[in-house]
């Protein structure tokens, strides 16, 4: 999620549902695994699977995150078939921590975050969708020399599987807050093509628990002093895109 002033934001794990039906016994009806391993005739992932479309009428394994219920588009009252949908909160802390939650008490194959974000360049425009290919922890004071990071604290966090091509990989930059200012825009362009909130939380958590992830992301906005206009205006609709897109490449 791009802007953090959104209003109507639930908190972490808020409406979370799942696509199977629990018997009165409290037990699951049988099915097969959505790890692609278990689907016939494909074979095991490695460590860094590619994507694999899920298997229809599987089990819960795969875990859908978003930052806040409409960048989920009703998915999470109503999850594709093998998915278990959940919100996991604003900001890189607060969805470190719930994602970390999630992974321990449903232990997913593997994690797909969906989000809107902004763009700092021409490389991307509004509309636009990609896949993070590495979420970047880092802060204008950082850039521009004002403040350092210890050496051996680590800032950055790749993805772990791959989306389709429709779906081009960008660098995701993660600061503290918002980014307004033109100039902001300019110093984190160097770094990344992207900016968004949660998305080193959400990486960090799952490299942890050696859980592979994923990030689809639609660029809701440019980043500067009109982002927060811009978000508002656009995110709703970005939103039905990309889970749209998702859908039609049958990654959901």
């Known amino acids: ?30 099915t097969r695994s959505i790890d692609g391993a278990a689907c016939r005739g494909r074979p095991k992932p490695s460590s860094s699977p590619p994507f694999r479309p899920s298997c229809a009428g599987s089990t819960p394994r795969r875990l859908l995150l978003a930052a806040f219920p409409p960048e989920l588009c009703g998915l999470d009252a109503s999850p594709p078939a093998g998915w278990f949908a959940a919100c996991v ?5 607060p969805a470190a921590v719930a994602t970390a939650r999630l992974l321990s008490a449903r232990q997913p194959a593997r994690v797909l975050f969906v989000g809107t974000c902004g763009a700092y360049d021409a490389r991307l425009s509004p509309g636009d969708l990609l896949a993070a290919g ?9 850039l521009e020399g004002r403040a350092y990071r210890p050496a051996l604290e680590r800032a950055r966090w790749p993805a772990s599987w791959a989306l389709p091509a429709r779906f ?4 995701v930059a993660v600061p503290p807050a918002v980014t307004a ?3 902001g825009a300019a110093a984190f362009a160097k770094l990344a093509a992207a900016e968004h909130l949660e998305l080193t939380g959400v990486f960090a958590a799952c ?30 609709a970005v939103s039905r895109s990309l889970i749209e897109a998702l859908r039609a490449e049958r990654v959901l």
Do not use: F, Y
């Not at 999620?1 to 808020?14: K, Y």
């Not at 909160?89 to 802390?93: F, P």
């Open 1 to 30: 999620m791009e802007d953090a002033h959104a209003r109507g934001v639930t908190g972490p794990g808020s409406r979370v549902a799942h696509s199977r039906k629990v018997d009165a016994a409290g037990g699951s009806a049988p």
């Open 89 to 93: 909160g604003i900001g890189a802390v």
């Open 134 to 142: 590495e979420a970047i922890a880092a802060s204008q004071d950082e």
């Open 168 to 171: 081009p990989l960008h660098a």
């Open 181 to 183: 200012t033109a100039a």
């Open 207 to 236: 490299a942890e628990l050696g859980v592979p992830v994923a990030a689809a992301l639609g660029v809701a906005n440019r980043v500067g002093p009109e982002a927060h206009a811009e978000w508002r205006a656009r995110h709703a």
